[in-house]
């Protein structure tokens, strides 16, 4: 995986249509973690969105549950 620009993505949040700005291998990863949710990546996004309070951008917040799924697969 290449650590390119992040590509910007839509997304529809709680019925709202917004953009969020991603690297791919984090993208692929938040699909990857949908699918296994048995989510939507619009409904992942929107419960990570309910989540991440007001400190943190969406993107951030997205990047972030990427980093804590990968770590807690990493420890079993």
Known sequence: MTAARPRK??????????SVSLEEPFWIELQEM???EGLSINALAA?????????AGLASALRVA???????LAED
């Not at 997304?11 to 917004?18: D, E, N, V």
């Not at 990427?66 to 807690?72: I, M, P, S, Y």
């Open 9 to 18: 993505r839509s997304l529809t949040l709680h019925g709202h249509r917004t």
């Open 66 to 72: 990427v980093l804590k799924r990968l770590r807690a």
């Open 34 to 36: 949908a699918r296994d």
């Open 47 to 55: 419960r990570i969105d309910r989540e991440r309070g007001v400190s």
